[in-house]
């Protein structure tokens, strides 16, 4: 429901059908009756009313006669009393009503701050781990670069090898030579293998990380839109 101010007629319109009620007229009654209305007004225009109901009586001549005077003073500081209740009353109630109103907007404020910490530690996190995740992606392809460069050398070795090794007597040993060479050259190619497989499983790991990170950041940035929802209402 949309929240509005509220002009002061309507407010003092509704407080008074509710004393017609024999109800008492607090915040929480006209938030009932005036659902639309903004907290911050009814708050305000509930004080305009309760201090006009309680203003003195102008224009009336109070004044007694000197002989009742001092036999009604008794009754006259019963009168003051009783009336002052009222008002004391009245404003204990808006001393209440306005301290639970306070308490909600801390704790709304309280929440929203920790909310905005959440998120700028995530976030925080989050680009860290991107800086990570690039700096890997540009390894992997670095060792895949260096691998395939191995391999074109170790193949044009291999070919020239081969054939300088058979154009030669004693090419038995010379190619038990060249077997050894070629056992050496297919271990360190599996080594380099092993390093990019592991590069890559690290990067499918900062993937799934990252991808953790960026869910956690949008359920925190939800809460936080419900806190600040909360708190207009």
């Known amino acids: 429901m949309a929240v509005r101010e509220i002009a002061y007629e309507d407010v003092a319109a509704a407080a008074e059908g509710l004393v017609a009620q024999g109800r008492a ?7 009932a009756a005036l659902a639309e209305a903004s907290a911050a007004s009814l708050a305000a225009h509930l004080a305009t009313w309760r ?25 006259a500081r019963q009168l003051a009393e009783q009336s002052g209740a009222g008002p ?23 929440e929203r701050d920790a909310l905005s910490e959440q998120l700028a530690e995530r976030s925080a996190a989050l680009e860290q ?4 995740l690039a700096l890997r992606e540009a390894e992997i392809e670095r060792l895949r670069s260096e691998l395939r460069h191995a ?3 170790a193949s044009e070795a291999l070919v020239g090898k081969a054939k300088d090794q058979l154009a030669i007597e004693g090419k038995d040993a010379q190619l038990a030579d060249l077997r050894q060479q070629l056992e050496r050259n297919l271990a360190s190619s599996a080594a380099e293998s092993d390093a990019r497989l592991k590069a890559e499983m690290e990067l499918v790991g900062a993937v799934t990380a990252r991808n953790n990170l960026v869910s956690e950041v949008a ?4 809460q936080l839109d ?8």
């Open 226 to 233: 419900a806190a600040l929802t909360r708190r207009s209402a």
């Open 25 to 31: 007229v607090s915040l929480v009654a006209l938030r």
């Open 151 to 153: 391999r074109d050398i």
């Open 88 to 110: 004391r009353a009245s404003l204990a109630q808006a001393d209440e009503e306005l301290g639970h109103l306070l308490a909600a907007h801390d704790e709304l404020g309280a």
């Open 129 to 132: 781990t991107a800086e990570q």
């Open 219 to 222: 359920d925190l940035r939800a």
């Open 51 to 75: 201090a006009q109901r309680q203003a003195p009586l102008q224009g009336l001549d109070l004044a007694l006669p000197e002989p009742v005077a001092s036999a009604l003073s008794d009754w």
